[in-house]
């Protein structure tokens, strides 16, 4: 069972650091100084739990208007059980009290599947961040 609970303790957020590590740091090979950045602590974490066991990541802060989700992780042994959807629909889900327009995001381009399979459209060109190649993907709120 996928539980999901907002970060709200040092140890919990050492938790999604743990996973957001195994993930970009050591699987992508993004630099560290890219992965934790200045929105660290403005931004609004989650942590997904299988089985009592955390899997999975992600965290969102508002921008603009809208609402950016960033930093979705999930642990490679653990993709395509749904913890990723059910990230991404809580965030969604919650932040709406925000009243954004629009949901944003940066895909990888390896996974830009995956955010249409959640209502999300690209926009814009291909960009690199991290030496990783990504775009720009949009949802409308509401």
Known sequence: M???FKVDSPAILGEVHRIRELVFIIEQNVPTNREYDEFEDVAVHFLAY???VPVGCIRYRHYGE???IERL???REHR???IGKALMDHVE??????GPKEYVLHSQLAVLDFYVGC???TRGPVFLDADID???MYKEAG
């Open 66 to 68: 809208n609402v950016k």
């Open 134 to 136: 990504h775009r720009e």
């Open 93 to 98: 889900k919650g932040s709406m009290v925000l």
């Open 80 to 82: 395509g059980r749904g």
């Open 73 to 75: 992780a999930v642990i």
């Open 2 to 4: 996928i539980e999901i």
């Open 119 to 121: 209502g999300y459209r």
């Open 50 to 52: 299988l089985d009592n």
